[in-house]
């Protein structure tokens, strides 16, 4: 089983007013961050991107969206196309204090499901999640007729979904910690230097 990890960076960042995969995050950059991060842990390492060369992927193979402009399923769309993996752990740039060995577990449990994510604070976590290539055919049609949700893709196929109390051990509110406007980059970068 061939599996990827791919970092979607192709958003607006118009809550940030600037590229959050190139903002600085301790000696590096958000985006070069995730993919020292999760490269020891999946076969390939990817960045999901809107247009080609937008970011430097820092080694990563980049992969282009078919339909810019159509959120993260356009993403897991081109992953799976462009990579071949069985399987994607698909995250977020402004996921930067995601946990590799969660990714990990996710994988374990997916078994034949045909998605394995988290229900934390009462909603599905859709960017910190594993895909199996069997979703592919519903992502295709979703997008050809218009559908961006990645929720109505989850609706219409075998999604488990795992509670807090079955994640023992992990610090839930860290690792989805979202960085998505300059006062949560801030506060980022001061948990990142050790403060709270």
Not at 20 to 32: D, N, Q, R, V
Not at 79 to 87: I, M, N
Request: glycine fraction near 10%.
């Amino acid at each position: 089983m061939k599996t990827a990890a791919v970092i979607l960076a192709g958003g607006k960042s118009s809550r940030m007013g600037r590229d959050k995969a190139m903002l600085p995050f301790g000696e590096e950059t958000m985006l070069s961050h995730l993919v020292g991060l999760y490269r020891p842990w999946f076969d390939l390492t990817a960045v999901s991107l809107n247009t080609p060369g937008r970011f430097q992927t820092y080694g990563a193979l980049e992969v282009v969206d078919r339909h810019p402009g159509d959120g993260p399923l356009a993403g897991l769309e081109a992953a799976f196309l462009d990579t071949g993996a069985d399987v994607i752990f698909l995250t977020a740039t402004d996921l930067p204090f995601g946990d590799p060995a969660l990714a990990r577990l996710l994988l374990e449990r997916l078994g034949e499901h045909d998605a394995c994510l988290i229900r934390h604070n009462g909603r599905a976590e859709t960017l910190f999640a594993v895909y199996s290539c069997a979703c592919l055919p519903t992502v295709r049609r979703a997008l050809e007729r218009g559908r961006r949700s990645m929720f109505h893709v989850l609706e219409q196929v075998d999604a488990l979904e795992l509670s807090p109390q079955e994640l023992p051990g992990f610090d839930l509110d860290h690792i989805l910690r979202n960085v998505n406007d300059p006062e949560e980059y801030r506060r980022a970068v001061a948990l990142l230097g050790g403060g709270r």
